[in-house]
Structure formats: structure tokens, C-alpha cells
């Protein structure tokens, strides 16, 4: 019998879950409405399909992992909200009235245009960019001036820190300052944020070379070539050789005539990886890199003394334009 019980009452969630139970038995979401639906449900996409691929849960049990993961975290309000979002209202910010928020200047605007990417100054405090990289250090049991600490088994051979719920990660999420720069570049602010992890890349040693991400997309590079961010918030300084944060900045405007130049019987990631030079970008604790999915990027050799130490989030509107085919 199929479990019709629900609590959160939302429809898609129900959807969802069969979708991931039996494919085929429903009509699945639309790729925006699940990014959504899980952003609105503070849900890692990756927790989220490991949960439900390996538990295999009925509707009921998932219902309540999802509030027990969010501890109380679930307000009424913010299940309202999403609910009205997913009834096609235009929903206001998650975070209140953005109009007194300084977000993107002029010049900050006119550089995303040219480059594809921005940084956010002070998108979060430093105080808040401290708390955050001290929850990651102690949650790899790593002391930030113990250089053998940086090296233990907790990080593996790996820059990610899939730490999502500290509370210290969690009110990033809610910076005022980020929600207004990705307004301005949505152009719209029923945003959704994204529950990322945090990632720390230390500096390179010949028994902990430079992992990755190298060079990359996260995006299908099939047309219509959409609009879509991604972020990464610096917890402390970043210099350039420091395993900053690193893209093809322009790239987001040449992308379609680049494919064209592509070789036969090579792919585009592969031709990317040859031909391509990224430009690792600097930047102080508490600032944003914001940067169009459609730019190559990756993180780079941290060849000073201290980790890099940085959380990861995107937003999202409700709905969004992407193409449906996936191309790499
Ligand atoms: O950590 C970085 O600098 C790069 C992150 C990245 O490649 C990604 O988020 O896809």
C-alpha cells in the first residue's frame, strides 16, 4: 500500500519520494521544483538521494528524518513560504526586506557582466567567517596552528568538509548581504539557498598533493545556455597560491562559439582541460565569490602555509530557465 501520509503537506515532496522509490512510477518534478523543494526543506540533494537510495524509507519515515535533520529549524513560516512558492506565488526574500541591504555596486554589476564572476566584499562578517572556519577545523579535529593537524585521516585525500548543519554554517546562510547580491543577479528575490558543506585545502605536501577540483563544469553545456550561480564564501584571507578559488572568467560569453572550435571525438571537459587557463582569484575572510555555472573552474595547488578554509552555497529562485539535456 502506497504510505499517503503527510505531515509537511506538500504534494511535490510526495512526488519526490516516489520518483526516487520506484523511477517511473510518477512524473518527476521539473529539475528547478526539486532544487527547490529540497533548498526550501534545508535537504543536501546528496543526503538527500543517499537517504532515500539506501534506507529506502516509507513517506512517513521520510517526513520524519527530514524534520529531525532540521531539529526544529522548520518554521511554520518557512513551510508556508514553500508551500505558496510552490504554488507559483512570488514569494519575498527569506530574510526580510532587502531594500535598505548594500548589495553589488555599479562596477561590482558591470564586472560580472564582463567576467562571469564577482566578489561579494564583507558578504559576512569576520567574526561570522571565524566562527565558521573554526567549526570546520574542529570538526576535522584540526588545530589551525598545528601544521601535522591539517593532515589527519578526518579530511581524507579531499578539499570537502561535508559539514552542513553547524549552526555557525547555518546562519551564513542567512546574510543579508548574500541574498541581496544574488537578487540583483536573479533579478528576483524568491531565492532559495542551497545546504552546502564547508571545504579546507592545506597546503601541499609530497604525501597530500592537490586533490582537485580541478578544472571543471558542474553545468551541461548543452543549449539553452541558462543562467545559473554558484558560490564560495572565504573564511579567511586567500591569496592567489593559496588554493584559491580559480575560473575561466569570461568565459560565460564565448562559451557557444568555444564549443564550435571543440576537436570531433573529444569532449568538451577534455579539450577544456588542454586549452584552458584559470585565473586563481584572491580574497579576504568573509567575502563571497560568486561565479555563473557556465564558467570552467576548480579550486588550485595551495602552495602557501595555511589552509584555505571556505563554505560553499548557491541560491536559487523558485523557478528558473535550464536545458534539460545534459552534455559534457
Ligand atoms: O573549492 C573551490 O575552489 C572550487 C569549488 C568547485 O569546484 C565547485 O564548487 O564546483
Request: proline content about 6%; aromatic content about 8%.
Amino acid at each position: 500500500m502506497v504510505d499517503t501520509v503527510t505531515s509537511l503537506e506538500i504534494d511535490e515532496l510526495h512526488t519526490y519520494w516516489a520518483c526516487q522509490r520506484a523511477p517511473g512510477s510518477a512524473a518527476p518534478l521539473p529539475q528547478d521544483i526539486q532544487k527547490t523543494l529540497l533548498a526550501g526543506l534545508r535537504l543536501n540533494v546528496l543526503e538527500t538521494l543517499r537517504y532515500l537510495n539506501y534506507e529506502k524509507p516509507s513517506y512517513a519515515q521520510f517526513e520524519a528524518w527530514i524534520r529531525e535533520r532540521n531539529d526544529g529549524e522548520l518554521t511554520d513560516a518557512s513551510l508556508d513560504r514553500l508551500r505558496r512558492a510552490l504554488a507559483g506565488e512570488r514569494v519575498g526574500s527569506e530574510v526580510g526586506s532587502l531594500d535598505h541591504v548594500e548589495g553589488l555596486s555599479k562596477d561590482d554589476l558591470a564586472h560580472w557582466d564582463e567576467h562571469g564572476y564577482v566578489i561579494l566584499r564583507q558578504a559576512i562578517s569576520a567574526e561570522a567567517a571565524r566562527n565558521a572556519e573554526m567549526a570546520i577545523y574542529d570538526h576535522l579535529g584540526m588545530n589551525p596552528d598545528d601544521s601535522e593537524s591539517w593532515y589527519r585521516e578526518s579530511l581524507g585525500h579531499s578539499i570537502w568538509v561535508p559539514l552542513l548543519r553547524h549552526p555557525a554554517l547555518v546562519a551564513n546562510r542567512s546574510a543579508p548581504r548574500i541574498h541581496k547580491a544574488h537578487a540583483q543577479l536573479w533579478g528576483r528575490e524568491d531565492l532559495w539557498v542551497t545546504i552546502d558543506q564547508g571545504g579546507l585545502n592545506p597546503p601541499e605536501r609530497e604525501d597530500w598533493p592537490f586533490p582537485g577540483p580541478h578544472l571543471h563544469w558542474d553545468a551541461t553545456l548543452a543549449e539553452p545556455h541558462c543562467l545559473e550561480l554558484q558560490g564560495i564564501l572565504y573564511l579567511a584571507d586567500v591569496e592567489e597560491d593559496q588554493g584559491a578559488f580559480s575560473c575561466v572568467p569570461g568565459m560565460h560569453r564565448t562559451l557557444k562559439q568555444w564549443l564550435s572550435t571543440v576537436p570531433a571525438g573529444v569532449s568538451a571537459q577534455q579539450h577544456a582541460h588542454r586549452t584552458l587557463t584559470m585565473k586563481p582569484i584572491a580574497a579576504k575572510r568573509g567575502d563571497m565569490i560568486i561565479w555563473h555555472h557556465l564558467l570552467p573552474h576548480g579550486s588550485s595547488p595551495n602552495r602557501a602555509q595555511r589552509p584555505r578554509v571556505a563554505q560553499y552555497m548557491s541560491l536559487r529562485p523558485t523557478r528558473f530557465a535550464y536545458a534539460d539535456k545534459w552534455t559534457s
